[in-house]
């Protein structure tokens, strides 16, 4: 009887075992950024994530799917509150940028052509988060993320 409690707790602990690393690795890839504004029609607080692919950036919130080439991207920032540069930009915003201060938290600001038009971007992201996008962004666009803790 002793084994049998032993092995049904041995099956147990080993399910176990198997289902937590996949559980946290998908928790830790769902809805890590948030749409707070830009140019684009997206709902305001749209949670998604960003995909850094071989040739562009994707966020996808809401069953929608932004989809940016690199070499359409014209600037991007990383601050804990969007640049007044950036949120007195001349643009067609459909939700306009605020002034608000992370503690804990950044703007991942990326400024884009697209149809001779400059669209924008402003994700709000953990700095945790942020940082190994950062290093791969910058590896696949070319181009720097101004970047500082304030």
Same mark, same amino acid.
């Given at each position: 009887?002793?084994?049998?409690?032993?092995?049904?707790?041995?099956?147990?602990?080993?399910?176990?075992?198997?289902?937590?690393?996949?559980?946290?690795?998908?928790?830790?890839?769902?809805?890590?950024?948030?749409?707070?504004?830009?140019?684009? *029609?997206?709902?305001?607080?749209?949670?998604?994530?960003?995909?850094?692919?071989?040739?562009?950036?994707?966020?996808?919130?809401?069953?929608?799917?932004?989809?940016?080439?690199?070499?359409?991207?014209?600037?991007?920032?990383?601050?804990?509150?969007? *640049?007044?540069?950036?949120?007195?930009?001349?643009?067609?915003?459909?939700?306009?940028?605020?002034?608000?201060?992370?503690?804990?938290?950044?703007?991942?600001?990326?400024?884009?052509?697209? *149809?001779?038009?400059?669209?924008?971007?402003?994700?709000?992201?953990?700095?945790?988060?942020?940082?190994?996008?950062?290093?791969?962004?910058?590896?696949?666009?070319?181009?720097?993320?101004? *970047?500082?803790?304030?």
């Amino acid at each position: 009887m002793d084994q049998f409690k032993m092995a049904k707790w041995a099956a147990f602990l080993a399910a176990v075992l198997l289902v937590m690393p996949q559980a946290w690795a998908s928790s830790r890839n769902q809805a890590l950024f948030k749409y707070v504004a830009g140019t684009e *029609s997206l709902p305001r607080d749209c949670m998604g994530k960003l995909e850094v692919t071989e040739s562009q950036l994707v966020f996808q919130c809401a069953g929608k799917s932004l989809s940016v080439p690199y070499s359409d991207i014209t600037k991007m920032e990383f601050l804990p509150r969007v *640049s007044k540069k950036i949120r007195k930009m001349k643009l067609a915003w459909t939700l306009k940028p605020t002034s608000a201060r992370g503690k804990h938290e950044g703007f991942f600001t990326v400024i884009y052509r697209s *149809s001779s038009e400059t669209h924008a971007i402003i994700l709000r992201v953990r700095n945790e988060t942020m940082r190994p996008y950062m290093a791969e962004i910058d590896l696949r666009t070319g181009r720097p993320i101004e *970047s500082r803790q304030d």
